[in-house]
């Protein structure tokens, strides 16, 4: 008995940092391509395509069923990253007031960088199923005007406000932690604290000019009615 | 003229629980070189003799000075005044331990029983001593690595800089990972990565510390917490038993 308990706590430790590095990467990868709306439709009307294995379709357009397939194992790579973080949540009344005063007593970047972890990963917990679900249940919707009807005409930009800083702040300095967890000998500090700072602020900003894209994408060349852009 | 210092001290004694903890004032004027642990002498001497707080060595040797100075869990008598600008000094009793009276705790009952449970002692390859044979000398660095994780003073600044040891009284802490981490480097002990795995290899353990460092940012002795729990992480993860 107490060596499955030995065995479970490792397992978890190792499941929720690899669970969490394939978030990360995953989520700085998302905004990058995402962010091709930058340089028109066109850019990210091929970004699509290419997401949905256009090069292996005779017709060139692709399969949607990709898009739903690879959300689906996201979702449960975020299953892992909750139940293996979940119990580093606080559970009893008692802990929440010891680290409220401890906070005090010997204010902390990390302890102050942690409690900034445990908000940002309840908020994600219910925000990202959201927007996950949403992609995966309307397969074919990752297109210029189909997406930025989403985002403008049916309020997922607000979703999306909230989510891109939410998520980028957890995603950094998780990744922050997990290089000192396993690396702290190897790595140094200051430096990939410096890094992860650089990396959030240029998510941040490059989320925002991609939504603010969308958004007079939505506002100004929808076409009536609404119909997947077709490249000319 | 020197200027003048204030010291604003947590005051309570849990035997006369009718008077609720408090904050007292002290002004004192400040001398050359002088530590936090040399104005709480003046204070006693000349102000208050009511006034608890710990100290032996007066040479962060002993480790029984520690307190909050500040906000920053470290030795009284290693910390000058005169660092601090506005000349006003917070001292609070370490968190996270038994409150002996204002600024003393026993940090002595966590110490041995973490020690106990973490068998922080050598365990010998071979019992049977011969007192006449040669003793097998040590790569010296081997030695040296002993020596310094050796230095820990048990001052206990490393528990009361940690969330993780604050939240969870059974998580051993950094002071208990440099123990074993001390004992898995003497080539002269038995044990192997399995039976440290058994020692710290769970959530009161390596796998319960969420590297929030404060451990590396306030060991008054400087040692490597951070580089030595990430080392004993990944040899403890990668002995046989897991994915
Ligand atoms: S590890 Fe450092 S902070 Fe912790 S008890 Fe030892 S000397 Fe003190
Ligand atoms: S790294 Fe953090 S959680 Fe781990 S022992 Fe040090 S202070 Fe505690
Ligand atoms: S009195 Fe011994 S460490 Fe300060």
């Not at chain 1, 905004?31 to 005779?58: C, N, Q, T, W």
């Not at chain 2, 451990?215 to 002995?239: E, F, T, V, W």
Request: hydrophobic share 45%; charged share 20%.
């Amino acid at each position: 008995m107490q060596r499955i308990k030995l065995r479970q706590a490792g397992w978890l430790d190792r499941w929720q940092s690899l669970s969490g590095a394939i978030l990360a990467g995953f989520l700085f990868i998302h905004l990058h391509l995402e962010s091709s709306i930058l340089l028109g439709k066109d850019a990210f009307y091929k970004v699509a395509r290419m997401l949905e294995a256009g090069f292996l379709d005779p017709s060139g357009h692709g399969y949607p069923s990709v898009i739903v397939v690879f959300g689906l194992g996201l979702f449960a790579v975020l299953m892992v990253h909750a139940i293996a973080a979940i119990r580093r949540f606080p559970t009893k009344y008692k802990q929440w007031k010891i680290l409220k005063e401890f906070s005090k007593t010997v204010p902390q970047r990390e302890t102050n960088l942690w409690q900034l972890q445990l908000v940002s990963g309840f908020v994600l917990f219910f925000l990202v199923p959201v927007h996950l679900l949403g992609i995966v249940m309307n397969p074919g919707s990752i297109d210029p005007n189909l997406s930025a009807f989403r985002i403008v005409e049916q309020g997922f930009g607000f979703l999306y406000m909230a989510l891109l800083p939410v998520a980028v702040i957890h995603a950094l300095i998780g990744v922050y932690r997990l290089a000192m967890k396993w690396f702290g000998d190897k790595l140094p500090r200051e430096k990939i604290f410096k890094g992860a700072t650089v990396v959030t602020c240029w998510l941040i900003l490059l989320g925002t000019t991609s939504l603010i894209v969308w958004y007079y994408t939505g506002i100004t060349s929808l076409p009536t009615p609404l119909t997947p852009y077709s490249p000319l | 003229m020197s200027r003048q210092l204030t010291f604003k001290i947590f005051r309570y004694d849990p035997l006369q629980p009718e008077i609720k903890p408090y904050t007292q004032e002290y002004q004192l004027e400040e001398a050359s070189g002088m530590t936090v642990f040399i104005a709480l002498n003046l204070i006693r001497e000349k102000q208050d003799p009511s006034l608890q707080f710990d100290f032996v060595c007066r040479a962060g040797i002993c480790g029984s000075c520690a307190m909050v100075i500040n906000g920053v869990p470290t030795l009284a008598c290693r910390t000058l005044t005169k660092q601090y600008e506005d000349g006003i000094v917070t001292l609070l009793p370490l968190p996270g331990f038994g409150l002996i009276g204002d600024l003393s705790v026993d940090t002595g009952k966590f110490m041995r029983s973490i020690s106990e449970r973490l068998q922080a002692w050598l365990e010998p390859k071979d019992h049977e001593v011969d007192i006449h044979s040669l003793e097998i000398p040590m790569e010296s660095e081997e030695a040296e690595a002993i020596y310094e994780a050796d230095r820990c003073i048990e001052c206990g600044c490393c528990v009361s800089s940690c969330a993780t040891a604050q939240m969870r009284d059974t998580f051993v802490g950094a002071v208990g990972f440099n123990k074993v981490a001390r004992f898995a480097l003497d080539s002269r002990d038995s044990r192997e990565v399995e039976d440290f795995y058994h020692i710290i290899g769970d959530e009161d353990g390596v796998f319960g510390c969420m590297t929030l460092l404060g451990c590396q940012d306030n060991c008054p002795k400087d040692l490597n917490h951070q580089g030595q729990i990430a080392y004993l992480r990944r040899k403890i993860s990668m002995s046989d038993r897991i994915i």
